[in-house]
């Protein structure tokens, strides 16, 4: 009686079972898109060759088989194998589990602990990993979509190697629809436009494919065209956290985008984060900081226009105001460009961190009293607007710097072109006075 109830409960079990794990990969060799790690001279491959597994972090976007991968790994070299969230996870439920592993690596036996979302994991949660990771009481999978390098602390980075996994690639996600349609033993219901869609849709991520897949295998009753695919299904949002990697990844790629003047990919990254939800004030203060480091005064009007164009959209809103964000980026990027300023900062920030607090000279000083007077503040003073061209080429540097420190070196584009002519003309006459 018990086989007969055994028997129904696994039945259950399989109809329950969603598609992604039916689906999910039963060896390495058929894990897709990670080749650069599994192959031989790759990292794992490597290992796994040398049947010496060591604590690995998987870093890489959502959906591209970095809980499979560890699976598998534990498979293949007999270990234990333990999964926790470091979302619900706390020091006192791992050290539980370490003495656990501690008993089993007594006994000979490897034992995976799998964290998922470790960036998550506090100092404390991270610290207490350090010693069993070091004595070779856990092998340590971590899986974060966060640069480790930010999210971990050192410590426990130096004590792993980082694995890098990538999105999977179109060609990847076509071969996932056909092993799909071959476990159900059914072609899929969309046309190939609607496909294409599919395949762009799920940004790489193999287990949203699957589920999209799951849903449309159920559902769909005759063959859909794109519009009618995406009546079934829910659209996924572009990835963008608005906080994590993928958010930096973006706004770098935009600004290079600007800076490698490329209107067109500008416009590409600027509204791939509009569409990931980012709030809009965050993409005009980035964009507002690179019209003066970028383009600085190369073209002033570069400020005042994304300045007038964030102002205009906030008065007005999305989607209309979404036209001024494209108008600043269009003409940002097409902006004749300079980091002179930008340069110019930094390097005077740095000089005055070398010589501190030096005192004007005394001829630039105001003297409102006889004794300042007699201090012989403000004495050879020129006032530059009696002097014969309005340029008297006084020193306004402190005594104590005798050359001339030069921190402002405009470019040969746009209007810092005249800027140069204007600097050249002021510094020609100070050279003639001191003839």
């Known amino acids: 009686m018990s086989d007969f109830f055994d028997l129904i409960d696994e039945k259950k079990e399989s109809a329950y079972e969603p598609l992604s794990s039916k689906l999910r990969p039963k060896t390495l060799d058929e894990v897709l898109g990670q080749n650069h790690l599994l192959k031989d001279t790759g990292v794992i491959g ?5 049947k010496k597994i060591p604590s690995l972090i998987f870093w890489g976007p959502a959906g591209v ?9 534990a498979e293949a070299i ?113 046309d190939e436009e609607a496909k294409e869609a599919l395949v762009s849709m799920v940004d790489g991520d193999c287990r949203y494919l699957i589920n999209m897949l799951e849903t449309l295998f159920d559902c769909a009753e005759k063959t859909l065209n794109t519009q009618e695919m995406m009546d079934l299904i829910t659209q996924r949002a572009s990835i963008s956290d608005k906080t994590g990697d993928t958010h930096y990844n ?47 005064n190369a073209d002033p009007q570069a400020v005042p226009l994304v300045l007038s164009c964030w102002q205009s959209y906030d008065r007005i809103g999305s989607p209309e105001g979404d036209i001024f964000l494209a108008q600043s980026l269009v003409y940002l990027a097409l902006a004749p460009k300079s980091n002179a300023t930008y340069v110019a900062q930094n390097v005077v920030k740095e000089f005055v961190r070398k010589y501190g607090s030096l005192m004007p000279p005394k001829n ?58 204007r600097k050249d003309y002021f510094d020609n006459i100070r050279k003639s006075k001191k003839k």
């Not at 490597?46 to 040398?50: C, E, G, H, T």
């Not at 000083?365 to 009696?386: E, F, Q, V």
């Not at 020193?395 to 746009?414: A, H, L, Q, S, T």
Request: aromatic share 10%.
């Open 65 to 73: 088989g970095k809980t499979t991968i560890s699976l598998l790994l």
């Open 250 to 296: 973006l706004i770098s790629a935009l600004h290079k985008s600007l800076r490698g003047s490329d209107e067109n990919a500008a416009l590409y990254w600027g509204f791939r984060m509009v569409e990931a939800g980012q709030d809009m004030s965050y993409i005009f203060r980035r964009i507002l900081r690179f019209a003066s480091e970028d383009v600085g």
């Open 46 to 50: 490597s290992s796994l060759k040398n």
């Open 364 to 421: 630039i000083l105001n003297a409102p009293t006889t004794l300042m007077k007699n201090l012989d503040y403000g004495k050879g003073y020129n006032y530059d607007h009696d002097v014969e061209g309005g340029f008297s080429g006084d020193n306004y540097f402190p005594d104590e710097i005798k050359n001339r420190p030069v921190f402002y070196n405009p470019v040969e584009r746009g209007f810092e072109r005249e800027l140069k002519k």
């Open 78 to 190: 007999g270990a234990d194998f333990r999964q926790i969230s470091a979302v619900f996870a706390g020091v006192a439920d791992m050290k539980k589990i370490f003495e656990e592993a501690k008993y089993l690596r007594q006994n000979g036996k490897p034992f995976i602990l799998f964290v998922d979302e470790i960036h998550r994991f506090n100092k404390a949660q991270q610290d207490c990993l350090l010693p069993v990771v070091e004595r070779g009481d856990v092998i340590l999978i971590g899986a974060t979509t966060e640069n480790p390098s930010f999210e971990l602390n050192s410590a426990l980075l130096s004590r792993c190697r980082v694995c890098v996994l990538n999105s999977l690639k179109k060609e990847d996600l076509y071969n996932i629809i056909e092993r799909a349609e071959k476990f159900v033993g059914k072609k899929l219901l969309i």
